[in-house]
């Protein structure tokens, strides 16, 4: 049924209400996590950085050897589409997060009951940002913890795909969230230097530069990339290293890049607290430029999501 005030979902080449977005449930996304994503965000409903977003969605799905049957031209058509008729769903304040989905389809075998689904599954959807239940981490900052369970290593899968094969980054979530519903869960590499999280990356800030984990041991996130271009133009230093535990204790500040937080600051890391305020003086000039370079005070949106 076709409900008022529903989001829509494009399907394989249909605008249909999410309640009716069914896919087989012998397909390989469901099956295998056979399936690459990619997922960027609005700034005051404008998405922000989609080619950039979909040229790094394709490098995923060359990876895994998927053809999305479009074109990257054809994608933005979609998405833009997608977003612009779900708008009308969420207030002036609020935005979305903006998502592009292909799954390998469903095996040769498995089409008898299918017969129509002969390609991939193409899935472009959205999602309001959970704005008011992050407004007290840009206030108080981030609780970073790193679990027990390790990045899968490079060498197994590469991390610079975004693949829908999550459970490594969900495993080390719930272990992490089991000891602090509030806190994130940034996981240690093979050699046990910090690496990434769920949609995160992590930096540190020490002896006068950011410090951020090597590319081989992380999704290359475009948020990630915008935190080097900015500190370019502020002058600051910018390293990619390896960061081990001792690194982490001992610097001046600490923040994470996503698309959605787009850059928030932390408080602690195992407990162990940083020295500077939150966030600290180099953080909230990364904040202020990243406000400026998308031209829109994403800061302050989040900030005014906090209870009065």
């Not at 903006?98 to 498995?110: K, L, S, W, Y």
């Not at 007290?136 to 679990?147: A, K, N, Q, S, W």
């Not at 999550?166 to 940034?186: H, K, M, P, R, S």
Request: aromatic share 10%.
């Amino acid at each position: 049924m076709n409900r008022p005030n529903q989001r829509v979902v494009y399907l394989n080449g249909d605008f249909v209400p999410e309640s009716e977005a069914r896919i087989p449930f012998r397909d390989r996304g469901v099956k295998f996590g056979d399936a690459a994503f990619d997922t960027t965000r609005t700034f005051g409903h404008d998405i922000f950085r989609l080619r950039e977003h979909l040229e790094r969605f394709y490098r995923s799905l060359r990876y895994l050897r998927i053809d999305p049957k479009l074109t990257i031209d054809e994608f933005i058509e979609v998405t833009e589409q997608v977003v612009e008729r779900n708008l009308p769903l969420i207030g002036e304040d609020d935005d979305y997060w903006v998502t592009q989905r292909v799954t390998r389809g469903i095996d040769p075998a498995d089409r008898t009951a299918w017969p129509g689904w002969d390609g991939p599954t193409v899935i472009v959807e959205c999602l309001p940002l959970p704005l008011a239940a992050r407004a007290e981490f840009y206030r108080d900052g981030l609780e970073v913890i790193t679990p027990s369970v390790r990045r899968v290593a490079p060498d197994m899968v590469s991390p610079r795909a975004k693949t829908h094969n999550y459970l490594n980054l969900v495993l080390g979530d719930l272990e992490v969230t089991a000891q602090n519903e509030n806190a994130i869960a940034i996981l240690l590499d093979e050699n046990g230097n910090l690496s990434e999280g769920k949609g995160s990356n992590i930096f540190i800030f020490t002896d006068g530069a950011i410090h951020t984990p090597k590319e081989r041991y992380v999704l290359p996130g475009v948020s990630r990339a915008v935190v080097r271009e900015l500190a370019g133009k502020l002058g600051i230093p910018y390293e990619e290293t390896d960061i081990d535990l001792f690194d982490a204790y001992n610097a001046e500040e600490s923040f994470i890049s996503s698309t959605s937080f787009c850059v928030c600051p932390v408080q602690t890391i195992n407990g162990n607290v940083m020295p500077s305020s939150v966030p600290g003086p180099v953080t909230q000039r990364i904040i202020d430029a990243y406000v400026e370079y998308v031209g829109f005070d994403w800061y302050a949106q989040y900030l005014g999501k906090l209870p009065s």
